[in-house]
């Protein structure tokens, strides 16, 4: 009879955890409309908006790689978008296709030979944060698209439109940006289940075993990669029609590729939900930071990262959604 029990029991627990994960979800979609306080509506936008970077991001740590220069993809696509639409008439809708494959040619021109002659690891880090600091002294210099003093999106020229990714309310953004996170994390769940999830897991594990079952690690690398500047790309043209300016030495500076790499890398990387959890800490933190201390500490936010990757790898190597799986775990078997 207690086994009886005891089964009903593990089966309603797994029950109730398969669900646990829809709540969070639930109260991101009915709570914001009842926020009268703009600037929290701001943060709940950026946290989206960073955890969809930092899910991007993370496909190329499902490969066991790393890469500190994914603002150069962030800022490639910003500035296609709002210069075609700028200089073109080009509506954002459609600009943001033009900025995502230009992100993925360059992410496809960089990971390309470095995964294809063996640079993989610090190098391809190195190579990503080089990349990254060449884009920032080109659009410096580059007249055509402002230089160094940038592009400004004039809100009151153009007026609120859909299309044009222009709305006057921010609760707009914040939804679209909810929407983009929550079909990624879908995207990459199925993404896991598939042969392609069954590569990049071999190749994480083990580069030279997977190489010895057949698989060709060159491509799934590269293919990651691409796939992860493309979406990052997407990412930029949020980033430039929420702001509505972009300049280059803010937009390509390795403290925004921190940004994008600190939630999966505190989260867990090559976990689904782990830059989610990682953006939703890291972000409201970084914003207090900055509101209040912004104005003599500069930078204070990236200090706090630093303290919370170097507290985080000593006590939570794997990542914070680790550590909270094995806590549920724990406490459903107390129970």
């Given at each position: 009879m207690n086994e009886i029990q005891n089964s009903n029991l593990h089966r309603l627990s797994n029950s109730y955890r398969r669900y646990l994960?829809?709540?969070?979800?639930?109260?991101?979609?009915?709570?914001?409309?009842?926020?009268?306080?703009?600037?929290?509506?701001?943060?709940?936008?950026l946290c989206a908006f960073f955890a969809f970077l930092s899910e991007a991001f993370n496909l190329v740590s499902y490969t066991g790689q790393l890469s500190l220069g994914h603002a150069a993809f962030l800022g490639l696509g910003a500035y296609a978008s709002t210069y075609l639409f700028l200089f073109h008439g080009i509506p954002p809708?459609?600009?943001i296709f033009a900025g995502g494959f230009l992100a993925a040619a360059a992410g496809f021109i960089i990971s390309y030979p470095c995964f294809r002659f063996g640079l993989r690891g610090p190098f391809f880090a190195l190579t990503t944060i080089a990349f990254a600091e060449v884009l920032s002294y080109v659009f410096v210099?580059?007249?055509a698209v402002?230089?160094?003093?940038?592009?400004?999106?004039?809100?009151?020229?153009?007026?609120?439109?859909?299309k044009d990714l222009l709305f006057e309310s921010k609760l707009a953004y914040y939804y679209i940006m909810?929407?983009?996170?929550?079909?990624?994390?879908?995207?990459?769940e199925r993404l896991e289940k598939?042969?392609?999830?069954?590569?990049?897991?071999?190749?994480?594990?083990?580069?030279?075993?997977?190489?010895?079952?057949?698989?060709?690690?060159?491509?799934?690398?590269v293919t990651s990669a691409t796939l992860s500047a493309f979406l990052t790309g997407l990412g930029g043209t949020f980033y430039a029609f929420y702001f509505l300016y972009i300049e280059p030495l803010g937009l390509f500076a390795i403290d925004r590729s921190v940004e994008i790499a600190a939630p999966a890398i505190?989260?867990?990387?090559?976990?689904?939900?782990?830059?989610?959890?990682?953006?939703?800490?890291?972000?409201?933190?970084?914003?207090?930071?900055?509101?209040?201390?912004?104005?003599?500490?500069i930078g204070i936010h990236l200090i706090v990262y630093g303290a919370v990757i170097i507290v985080g790898a000593m006590l939570l190597p794997e990542g914070l959604i680790v550590g909270l799986e094995r806590l549920l775990k724990r406490f459903s078997k107390g129970s």
């Open positions: 994960k829809y709540i969070p979800v639930i109260i991101l979609v009915i709570v914001p409309p009842f926020v009268t306080e703009a600037y929290i509506v701001h943060v709940l936008f809708l459609a600009g210099n580059l007249d402002g230089g160094a003093y940038g592009l400004l999106i004039t809100f009151s020229k153009y007026g609120p439109s859909a909810l929407a983009m996170m929550l079909g990624l994390i879908y995207s990459i598939s042969r392609f999830g069954f590569y990049v897991n071999a190749i994480r594990e083990d580069e030279d075993a997977a190489w010895s079952l057949g698989i060709n690690v060159t491509r799934i690398q505190i989260g867990g990387q090559a976990t689904v939900l782990g830059p989610i959890l990682g953006a939703f800490i890291l972000t409201p933190i970084a914003e207090f930071l900055r509101a209040y201390f912004g104005g003599g500490l």
